[in-house]
C-alpha cells in the first residue's frame, strides 16, 4: 500500500469516527435543550418540556412564575375530558399573577408558534379570556387532541412524563410544588431549583423580560 493509499485510508476512518461522535452526542444535545419544570401533584408527578426556543416569551413568564414558588399550594380548579385546568391563586378562573415589583397583574401577548399543535394529550398551553392577551398565570393540560385550538392559544410545552397523573385528575387536586429540575443554556446547565414556598414573591428567573403592557381584560 503506497503513502497516498494510506492517507486516503486513514481520512476515511477519520470521518466515520467523526459521523459515529456527532450521531451519538447530537440527540443529547438536542434533548437537553428547553427546560423541565416537575410539578409534584396530588395525583402524582408530571414533568414539563418548556419550550424556551420556539415560544419564549410565554415560556420565560411561565418559568418565572415556578422560580418564585408562585404556583405551590394551587389547585386544578377545572377538569374537563379534553384538559385540565390550573394556575390560579384563587382555586377559580378569575385568578392573575400580581406582580410585587408593580402591584398590577402581569398579562403576557399572545404567541403563536405554528410548528407547535394541539395534536395530542400533553400538551400545555396558556388559558385565557376572549381576550387574546389576557393570559396571566393560568394553564391547561390536554387530556386529547385538540386542533380546533390551534392558533388562539400560546402552547409553550409537553408532558414528557406523568401523562396518567393528568388523566387521573380531579377538580380540587394540588399543585404541592413546581421546581426546574433542568436549564441548560449554552454550555452552562444549572443545578435543580428548589422553588420558594410563598406565591408570587421571590427574585425573578435571570432571563425574564417583563411585557409590554396590556389593558386589564377582567381575567
Known amino acids: 500500500m503506497n503513502s497516498y493509499s494510506i492517507k486516503q485510508h486513514a481520512l476515511l476512518v477519520l470521518n466515520t469516527l467523526l459521523v459515529f461522535l456527532l450521531l451519538s452526542v447530537a440527540p443529547a444535545c438536542a434533548q437537553g435543550a428547553d427546560p423541565v419544570v416537575e410539578l409534584q401533584t396530588s395525583k402524582g408527578n408530571i414533568y414539563i ?23 405551590n399550594g394551587t389547585y386544578f380548579h377545572r377538569v374537563e375530558t379534553w384538559c385540565v385546568q390550573g394556575g390560579s ?18 398579562f403576557i401577548p399572545l404567541e403563536v408558534n405554528r410548528n407547535l399543535a394541539h395534536s395530542r ?28 385550538l390551534d392558533g388562539q392559544y400560546a402552547i409553550f410545552g409537553s408532558v414528557v412524563q406523568g401523562l396518567n397523573a393528568v388523566q387521573s385528575m ?50
Open 121 to 148: 394529550a400533553g400538551v400545555v398551553a396558556m388559558a385565557r379570556t376572549s381576550n387574546p392577551n389576557s393570559a396571566s398565570c393560568q394553564f391547561y393540560i390536554t387530556k386529547k387532541p385538540m386542533r380546533q
Open 170 to 219: 380531579g377538580r380540587g387536586d394540588q399543585i404541592l410544588s413546581a421546581k426546574i429540575i433542568q436549564i441548560n443554556s449554552g454550555n452552562q446547565t444549572a443545578r435543580p431549583q428548589n422553588a420558594g414556598t410563598s406565591r408570587g414573591r421571590g427574585r425573578q428567573s435571570q432571563n425574564f423580560e417583563p411585557p409590554t403592557d396590556i389593558p386589564d381584560s377582567g381575567f
Open 89 to 106: 391563586p384563587n382555586g377559580d378562573p378569575n385568578g392573575n399573577f400580581v406582580d410585587p415589583a408593580t402591584g398590577r397583574p402581569r
Open 49 to 71: 418540556r418548556v419550550f424556551r426556543g420556539l415560544a419564549p416569551r410565554t415560556s420565560m413568564n411561565f418559568l418565572d412564575l415556578v422560580s418564585r414558588g408562585f404556583y
